[in-house]
T-cell receptor, first 113, second 114 residues
Framework: KAGVTQTPRYLIKTRGQQVTLSCSPI?????VSWYQQTPGQGLQFLFE???????NKGNFPGRFSGRQFSNSRSEMNVSTLELGDSALYLC????????????FGQGTRLTVV | AQTVTQSQPEMSVQEAETVTLSCTYD???????LFWYKQPPSRQMILVIR??????QNATENRFSVNFQKAAKSFSLKISDSQLGDAAMYFC???????????FGDGTTLTVKP
């Protein structure tokens, strides 16, 4: 069974630009969560999608948004990039969310210059 | 709000010895799950072990075991017979049964010395 796939693996963007990251969950998994990982802030929850609906949201500004498609693939968008958005963005999928363990992708390393 | 605290930013252990990583959490919920994840330099987060809050028996996975103290809200990870491949950052995580949101600790970087 294929794991969680995140694309691209690396990305360099300029301040003010926008970026879209993609996450393909494990087949059969309907819940996709996104996390931002930085050295100073650790792992911060961004949002979770389940069956194309945002079910949970972390404390991030509105510049961070996401969506989920009918095939459970999810995209995350960050508009008006800031230097502080440089981070590793991790996506995790679970069958239904909640108590089942999350399976993580390898992440997208975003650098904003 | 749930919080997860890992009080040891860094730990080191000699190969073949035992090390314990600490984790405490705060929640008002009674039904939840706790996890330990490992993140090696490759960045891939890997599940190490899982504990259901309603189970009194501590979870064990080969060389990895937990000491779950529900009343004290403590969930430590013991690694026995440490191996060089155990070197990684370890994250403790809490998941509410009804929610899809996980709360992670800040991580403990484990170094294994040969």
């Amino acid at each position: 069974k294929a794991g969680v796939t995140q694309t691209p693996r690396y990305l360099i963007k300029t301040r003010g630009q926008q970026v879209t990251l993609s996450c393909s969950p494990i087949s059969g998994h309907r819940s996709v969560s996104w996390y931002q990982q930085t050295p100073g802030q650790g792992l911060q929850f961004l949002f979770e999608y389940f069956s194309e609906t945002q079910r949970n949201k972390g404390n991030f500004p509105g510049r961070f948004s996401g969506r989920q498609f009918s095939n459970s693939r999810s995209e995350m968008n960050v508009s008006t990039l800031e230097l502080g958005d440089s981070a590793l963005y991790l996506c995790a999928s679970t069958r239904t969310g909640g108590y089942t363990e999350a399976f993580f992708g390898q992440g997208t390393r975003l650098t904003v210059v | 709000a749930q919080t997860v605290t890992q009080s040891q930013p860094e730990m080191s252990v000699q190969e073949a010895e035992t090390v314990t990583l600490s984790c405490t959490y705060d929640t008002s919920e009674s039904d939840y799950y706790l996890f330990w994840y490992k993140q090696p330099p490759s960045r891939q987060m890997i599940l190490v072990i899982r504990q259901e809050a309603y189970k009194q028996q501590n979870a064990t996975e080969n060389r990895f075991s937990v000491n779950f103290q529900k009343a004290a809200k403590s969930f430590s990870l013991k690694i026995s017979d440490s191996q060089l491949g155990d070197a990684a950052m370890y994250f403790c995580a809490y998941i509410n049964t009804n929610a899809g949101k996980s709360t992670f600790g800040d991580g403990t970087t484990l170094t294994v010395k040969p």
